[in-house]
């Protein structure tokens, strides 16, 4: 028979454990224009103060923007065309200005 060792748990990823779900989940505005090779996606995320509180998660064929402001989550899934990335971001007057080149 084959025996099967015990192995060590996967490890889970970090989780805040005192924060709460967010009570209201809400798309923020997006605008998409493009720029010669480039393209400029700008969010409007007017109540969050701080890049921190934004998180920018780049998948093969998407990219997904979660932003936290007390009990509201800002939460956008952009499509991207392919070969391109995220070649600069920036946050400012409470907005979230990605350019994909």
């Known amino acids: 028979?084959?025996?099967?060792?015990?192995?060590?748990?996967?490890?889970?990823?970090?989780?805040?454990?005192?924060?709460?779900?967010?009570?209201?989940?809400?798309?923020?505005?997006?605008?998409?224009?493009?720029l010669g090779t480039k393209f400029i996606v700008e969010m409007d995320l007017d109540d969050v103060k701080s890049e921190n509180d934004i998180k920018?998660?780049?998948?093969?064929?998407?990219?997904e923007v979660r932003a936290r402001v007390?009990?509201?989550?800002?939460?956008?899934i952009i499509r991207k065309p392919?070969?391109?990335?995220?070649s600069s971001r920036r946050f400012e007057n409470g907005k979230l200005y990605l350019e994909f080149s």
């Open 1 to 34: 028979s084959i025996g099967i060792k015990n192995s060590e748990p996967l490890p889970q990823p970090a989780r805040d454990t005192h924060e709460k779900p967010a009570k209201i989940t809400t798309e923020p505005d997006t605008h998409v224009r493009r």
């Open 82 to 86: 392919e070969q391109f990335s995220i």
């Open 70 to 76: 007390g009990d509201k989550m800002y939460f956008k």
């Open 56 to 63: 920018i998660n780049e998948l093969e064929s998407s990219v």
